[in-house]
């Protein structure tokens, strides 16, 4: 019975754990209203479609260079001081949008708030696969999307009925609640890079709630294990990327996040505004919006209970992409239908049914699982430059993606923007069976050798 009784006592607090990941994953309600500033926004601006197409992308464009701050600040001042290097760039975002509605002004605030967007999608993956457990990673990545989710439904939801400036004090508001960050512990892992144990074995126990020193131990001496094959391997990060485990891991990432831009939810949420207003429907534009933000919120909880549990990450990540091509593929039709002519008015429901089937299948893989697994491909010699180099290119197709959806929406109507993103995504899918590996319940060093 007390063999037993000391088990219990010495596993770790998942609990405690879930509430640290919550914390931090508050940084990406900024993230949320970040993507989503440009919908409600456009409207109230008296631009041209150019200055437009700026404004939208531009905080994909700043993105880019996010993600090597983030390397640099990952590990310099740890993955904590990095969390509030992000949250930062966000705050400053805001408050140059409240003050000013100038155009060239706001493409700063942009840029801005891009380097955040790179930063926290670089970065907060790697505070998150450090401090997780093996077997929780994939679930917690619900949180991050459950919070972007929410900072979007918060601007489709207030954006289109409240002023330009009211709008920014939402903003600083919601980045002022992450200052949470300030209580959650460092990562052992860069503790123990930086050759401080004890800070390492209190951080692991602010995160693990050890009731005995047995397991926390024998978990801090894994982290070391893991830091000393780094260290004895040691080389110059040209000569990293050299490596196989982490020319795969790169290459698997680029890969990933390749996807989430070409899914089809980033350029709703963009657009959508001035997509569904190109068209008369029986209901308000912003609508479109607002629900499928707040399907994504409910469907991001569908990895932590099922899809993760039952069918692991790689799974769910093909299963998630397919689906994503055959909603586009939809997608397409309605459009092509409506830029034919035919009167879809009585139908106007197909729009939010169509956008909401999207949503739902990004979210079951793509949005909360993709970068959780980008964070597990990359081997600790090259983390920080392999994280920086797959936002660095994920931002730049983000980029390339927002700039040309309008331009061929207005040479050849929305329904060819749809059927090259399906096109795209079952390309992904099927390359994703043979190419992707599963790392669900597999320890960070296990993935590592994997892809040795």
Request: aromatic share 12%.
């Amino acid at each position: 019975m007390s063999s037993t009784m000391e088990g219990t006592e010495d596993r770790p607090s998942q609990l405690r754990i879930y509430l640290i990941v919550l914390a931090v994953s508050t940084i990406y309600l900024s993230t949320g209203m970040v993507t989503g500033w440009s919908s409600p926004i456009l409207p109230k601006l008296n631009l041209t479609a150019h200055e437009q197409g700026l404004v939208t992308s531009l905080a994909s464009f700043g993105a880019a260079p996010g993600p090597f701050i983030t390397t640099f600040c990952l590990d310099t001042i740890g993955r904590k001081g990095t969390l509030f290097i992000i949250w930062s760039f966000y705050l400053t975002s805001w408050i140059i949008l409240l003050v000013s509605q100038n155009v060239y002004v706001i493409y700063i605030a942009r840029l801005i708030a891009g380097l955040g967007v790179g930063g926290a999608t670089s970065g907060i993956p790697v505070y998150i696969s450090e401090v997780a457990l093996a077997g929780v990673r994939g679930r917690l990545g619900a949180a991050s999307t459950m919070m972007i989710a929410l900072g979007g439904l918060i601007m489709y939801w207030v954006g289109p009925s409240v002023s330009y400036t009211t709008i920014s004090i939402f903003g600083i508001a919601l980045a002022l609640i992450a200052f949470v960050i300030f209580f959650v512990p460092e990562s052992p892992f860069h503790h123990i890079n930086k050759g401080r144990k004890k800070e390492a074995e209190m951080a692991l126990q602010k995160l693990r709630g050890y009731s005995t020193r047995e397991k926390l131990e024998e978990e801090l001496e894994e982290i070391i294990k893991t830091i000393t094959q780094k260290e004895e391997n040691a080389i110059g990060w040209l000569e990293g990327l050299k490596h196989p485990a982490a020319f795969k891991g790169i290459g698997l990432g680029i890969y990933l996040s390749s996807m989430t831009y070409f899914s089809g939810l980033i350029v709703q949420g963009a657009y959508a505004q001035t997509i569904y207003t190109s068209f008369e429907l029986s209901f308000s534009a912003s609508y479109v919006g607002v629900v499928n933000t707040f399907a994504n919120i409910l469907f991001s909880f569908l990895p932590v209970l099922f899809i993760n549990k039952c069918i692991g990450m790689k799974a769910g990540i093909v299963i998630s992409a397919f689906g994503c091509g055959l909603t586009c593929v939809f997608l397409g039709v309605y459009f092509y239908f409506i830029k034919a002519g035919y009167d879809l008015y009585d139908y106007s429901y197909l729009a939010i049914v169509l956008s909401v089937a999207n949503t739902f299948a990004h979210s079951i893989g793509l949005g909360a699982l993709v970068y959780t697994m980008v964070a597990e491909l990359m081997p600790m010699s090259v983390k920080g430059i392999g994280m920086g180099l797959v936002g660095c290119v994920g931002s730049l197709i983000g980029f390339g993606v927002l700039e040309i959806f309008p331009i061929i929406a207005s040479a050849y109507g929305y329904s060819t923007d749809f059927f090259g993103l399906a096109i795209i995504m079952f390309v992904f899918a099927t390359l994703a069976i043979f190419i992707l590996p599963d790392t669900t319940g597999k320890t960070l060093q296990e993935i590592e050798e994997l892809l040795s």
